[in-house]
């Protein structure tokens, strides 16, 4: 069945197949006049080196270590980390009563995390890096997995930028953090996935794909081997999702020639959202995919991987939008739509960076 609401004008729902949740869409109110808070607007005035910085080559951190004299990406165990790899202390945690089970629910939590840098310099960022920069980051994130995954049944790799996301450090770098559980997210996605390709013999991200490329109303941009679109679903206003066009359950999967188109597209994806408000473009981002560990022997036809970039940015440089009130308290909801900011984002330059003012696509 089809929807003849006008989708551009009318407040509605729209499901995400994913999540199994429902996100409110109110187009009408990107009219409101907006008189909240206005973040200041910093453009980058960053120093190639900076001896106090933790993630710079050759600087001693807070915790006695040297860093190496690196020169592409360098990763090391985060010296603060969320998980430990010790040995299993709390192996029992059921109690004899059910009704405690039930309510007071405990597993021992164990994992590891790492925090990998980008690149040597503190000025760049992956929008302007060169290409083979990037894709060396793409084969640590790749080298990384494959350590992890017999270990560990989940490995989130993932980059906070920008200090409106809580990033601690300008410094360009991301974080692994591999565990002994499947993270609730993951977890609902692969549940959702799996009934779906149960249901319909099909992968949802597949067909989904499919869909959307013969639509195009969503599609932000597109090479031979990867599709960068606005899910139909999205919940932050410049929310994309990132996709392989061959069906790819997990990231170490991914040939040389995906590699390289991917590090093509993202570079071109993040030029085009530094260059929507003229700043450096906070958000976070990260890959999902199938879990690993014991279900590495698992079939798990039923995952596509994919990236989620996830911007906080609303109408400027300095107006992000709150998950707040009715997000917090009822569902996600939305103003822009979907296919509005893929249309405005699929307008912007995807070679010249704001900064650069020149053609930065091989550089
Ligand atoms: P962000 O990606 O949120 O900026 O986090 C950077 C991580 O780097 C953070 O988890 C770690 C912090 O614990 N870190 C170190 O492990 N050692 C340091 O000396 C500085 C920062």
Not at 111 to 136: A, E, Q, R, W
Not at 241 to 258: F, G, W
């Amino acid at each position: 069945m089809s929807c003849s609401l006008n989708l551009d004008e009318f407040p509605h729902t729209r499901y995400n197949p994913l999540k199994d949740e429902w996100v409110l869409v109110s187009p009408h109110r990107t009219k409101r006049p907006w008189k909240g808070q206005v973040e200041e607007s910093k453009n980058p005035n960053r120093v190639r080196f900076d001896p106090s910085n933790p993630l710079c080559p050759n600087v001693i951190r807070p915790n006695g270590q040297t860093n190496p004299d690196y020169k592409e990406t360098f990763v090391f165990d985060n010296d603060f980390p969320a998980l430990f790899e010790y040995d299993d202390l709390l192996q029992d945690c059921d109690s004899s009563d059910p009704i405690h089970n039930d309510l007071f629910k405990v597993q021992p939590a164990k994992g590891s995390c790492k925090v990998m840098c980008f690149h040597p310099y503190s000025d760049l960022t992956l929008p302007t890096m060169k290409i083979t920069d990037i894709m060396n980051v793409i084969k640590k994130w790749i080298e990384m997995y494959q350590e992890l995954s017999s270990r560990y049944t989940w490995v989130q790799i993932f980059e906070n930028k920008g200090e409106i996301m809580g990033c601690s450090n300008p410094h360009p770098h991301c974080q692994l953090w591999a565990s002994n559980f499947v993270p609730n997210e993951i977890n609902r996605e692969d549940k959702n996935q799996s009934i779906f390709y149960k249901k319909h013999g099909k992968v949802m991200l597949m067909e989904y794909l499919n869909r959307e490329l013969k639509s195009k109303e969503r599609i932000v941009l597109e090479n031979e081997h990867w599709v960068v679109l606005v899910p139909y679903w999205a919940v932050w206003p410049y929310e994309t999702m990132m996709l392989p066009k061959r069906h790819v359950t997990r990231i170490d999967q991914l040939s040389e020639i995906e590699i390289e188109d991917l590090a093509k597209i993202m570079k071109k994806l993040l030029i085009k959202y530094d260059n929507l408000f003229k700043c450096s473009f906070p958000y976070t981002m990260g890959f999902h995919f199938a879990p690993c560990g014991k279900f590495l022997n698992e079939p798990q036809d039923h995952w596509q991987l994919f990236a989620s970039y996830l911007p906080p940015l609303l109408r400027s440089s300095s107006v992000k939008k709150f998950m707040v009130g009715y997000e917090m308290l009822a569902q996600p909801q939305r103003d822009l739509t979907a296919e509005k900011a893929a249309k405005q984002l699929r307008e912007l330059s995807d070679t010249n960076h704001y900064l650069i003012h020149s053609d930065t696509s091989d550089y």
